[in-house]
């Protein structure tokens, strides 16, 4: 991963006003705030930088209002959630430019927190409009990206703004992207990656990605079984894709020409009906699943031999499920296989890195999120970097 700046780089910054991007699209129910983890990601940056009596303007998206002021989707709705967080004042400021965020800076202190309205309430955010850049920019001095979640949009808090004034990544960005960088980018071999999740289609990249640069692939979910019809498996009734067979076979010959190996269940969970612990439910091998059967997990000896290519390696990707896991028991594959993950990461022979929605879901109901080397909130962008696409919010900061 190319070099960027850090905060550590930072000079004197008291009294300096330091543009800050962080996330704060968070999850609200009945107007409360249900899950305050981006908050506290963004805690080191804005406590380092109040430290160091920056005046901390804070910059974030919140909801789609399509480039349109909307009172339901207003950061001033989670002004006290931070302000809970953070343990301190935060003053909302109702723009994100011109006289009205000027004189609120007159009005901070050294070390002093104002969060900024709704980034997407002006169309020019997403536009990545230059001249509203410059207008954000005419009231700070320097620009802090603490959002790797965001840093797949070209936007103007997000990309433009790095162009304008000096840009430095803050202590979250700096994590993501040097575990990141670990991962895949720079790794101890071997590399295994586990992918999950329902479909091939939404996963293609990653899949054709990974196979170029990883020793080891583990593909669980419905899209495995995409890949067990396109070895000519008969999936019963399961979710399979069977019109893209051909690109699966296709990843397979890329993969086989690359010399990664390719790690499908032999043994599977099928049941008649999708519940929680249905009467029908058994294990089998895979050339043995009913046409009135769907597979919804991965069987324990297929999970016991991943888990033994995974003792072979130094560095493990992980994104997505390998079953249907919101539903027992077909979260045991997953469960089982984190937790074999977690002891190899916690006893020092492997670097772990898992991202995306279900992933950190999945890590959480096994109980061993707290044991990976790394898990990313990041959904999108955590994709995008294992698709191997640009980020425009990262390559902005590099130096």
Same mark, same amino acid.
């Given at each position: 991963?190319?070099?960027?700046?850090?905060?550590?780089?930072?000079?004197?910054?008291?009294?300096?006003?330091?543009?800050?991007?962080?996330?704060?699209?968070?999850?609200?129910?009945?107007?409360?705030?249900?899950?305050?983890?981006?908050?506290?990601?963004?805690?080191?940056?804005?406590?380092?930088?109040?430290?160091?009596?920056?005046?901390?303007?804070?910059?974030?998206?919140?909801?789609?209002?399509?480039?349109?002021?909307?009172?339901?989707?207003?950061?001033?709705?989670?002004?006290?959630?931070?302000?809970?967080?953070?343990?301190?004042?935060?003053?909302?400021?109702?723009?994100?430019?011109?006289?009205?965020?000027?004189?609120?800076?007159?009005?901070?202190?050294?070390?002093?927190?104002?969060?900024?309205?709704?980034?997407?309430?002006?169309?020019?955010?997403?536009?990545?409009?230059?001249?509203?850049?410059?207008?954000?920019?005419?009231?700070?001095?320097?620009?802090?990206?603490?959002?790797?979640?965001?840093?797949?949009?070209?936007?103007?808090?997000?990309?433009?703004?790095?162009?304008?004034?000096?840009?430095?990544?803050?202590?979250?960005?700096?994590?993501?992207?040097?575990?990141?960088?670990?991962?895949?980018?720079?790794?101890?071999?071997?590399?295994?990656?586990?992918?999950?999740?329902?479909?091939?289609?939404?996963?293609?990249?990653?899949?054709?990605?990974?196979? $170029? !640069?990883?020793?080891? #692939? *583990?593909?669980?979910? +419905?899209?495995?079984? /995409?890949?067990? @019809?396109?070895?000519?498996?008969? =999936?019963?009734?399961?979710?399979?894709?069977?019109?893209?067979?051909?690109?699966?076979?296709?990843?397979?010959?890329?993969?086989?020409?690359?010399?990664?190996?390719?790690?499908?269940?032999?043994?599977?969970?099928?049941?008649?009906?999708?519940?929680?612990?249905?009467?029908?439910?058994?294990?089998?091998?895979?050339?043995?699943?009913?046409?009135?059967?769907?597979?919804?997990?991965?069987?324990?000896?297929?999970?016991?031999?991943?888990?033994?290519?995974?003792?072979?390696?130094?560095?493990?990707?992980?994104?997505?499920?390998?079953?249907?896991?919101?539903?027992?028991?077909?979260?045991?594959?997953?469960?089982?296989?984190?937790?074999?993950?977690?002891?190899? $990461? !916690?006893?020092?022979? #492997? *670097?772990?890195?898992? +991202?995306?929605?279900? /992933?950190?879901? @999945?890590?959480?109901?096994?109980? =061993?999120?707290?044991?990976?080397?790394?898990?990313?909130?990041?959904?999108?962008?955590?994709?995008?970097?294992?698709?191997?696409?640009?980020?425009?919010?990262?390559?902005?900061?590099?130096?």
């Amino acid at each position: 991963m190319a070099n960027f700046r850090k905060l550590d780089d930072l000079g004197d910054v008291a009294g300096k006003v330091a543009l800050v991007r962080v996330d704060l699209n968070l999850p609200m129910q009945d107007g409360a705030v249900t899950d305050d983890t981006r908050i506290r990601a963004a805690l080191p940056t804005i406590k380092d930088l109040s430290e160091k009596g920056a005046k901390i303007l804070l910059l974030a998206h919140f909801g789609r209002p399509k480039g349109k002021r909307d009172p339901n989707q207003s950061l001033s709705l989670v002004v006290g959630e931070v302000e809970k967080v953070l343990g301190r004042e935060v003053m909302f400021i109702p723009e994100i430019s011109g006289d009205v965020v000027k004189q609120s800076v007159g009005i901070l202190g050294n070390g002093d927190i104002g969060l900024l309205e709704n980034t997407r309430f002006w169309p020019g955010e997403e536009a990545n409009d230059v001249e509203l850049v410059k207008a954000i920019a005419a009231n700070g001095d320097f620009y802090v990206n603490d959002a790797f979640s965001a840093a797949h949009r070209a936007h103007a808090t997000t990309e433009g703004l790095a162009h304008v004034l000096p840009a430095y990544a803050g202590r979250s960005m700096q994590a993501e992207l040097e575990a990141l960088g670990k991962a895949l980018d720079n790794p101890v071999k071997p590399v295994a990656a586990v992918v999950g999740g329902a479909k091939v289609s939404s996963k293609l990249d990653v899949l054709k990605h990974l196979v $170029t !640069k990883v020793d080891h #692939l *583990v593909i669980g979910g +419905g899209m495995a079984n /995409t890949f067990l @019809a396109a070895r000519g498996v008969n =999936v019963g009734k399961s979710l399979c894709e069977h019109d893209l067979t051909g690109t699966a076979e296709a990843i397979m010959d890329a993969a086989d020409e690359a010399g990664c190996t390719i790690h499908l269940p032999y043994e599977v969970v099928v049941s008649k009906t999708f519940e929680a612990n249905p009467p029908s439910l058994r294990t089998t091998n895979v050339h043995e699943v009913a046409q009135d059967e769907m597979i919804l997990d991965v069987g324990p000896s297929a999970v016991e031999s991943v888990g033994d290519a995974l003792k072979t390696c130094r560095t493990l990707v992980w994104n997505g499920p390998m079953g249907a896991f919101e539903t027992v028991p077909f979260d045991a594959a997953t469960v089982a296989l984190a937790k074999i993950a977690a002891a190899l $990461t !916690k006893e020092g022979s #492997l *670097v772990s890195v898992a +991202g995306g929605g279900d /992933t950190v879901a @999945a890590l959480h109901h096994a109980g =061993v999120a707290g044991d990976f080397s790394y898990i990313s909130t990041a959904g999108g962008a955590f994709l995008e970097w294992m698709e191997g696409r640009v980020l425009p919010g990262v390559k902005a900061l590099e130096i």
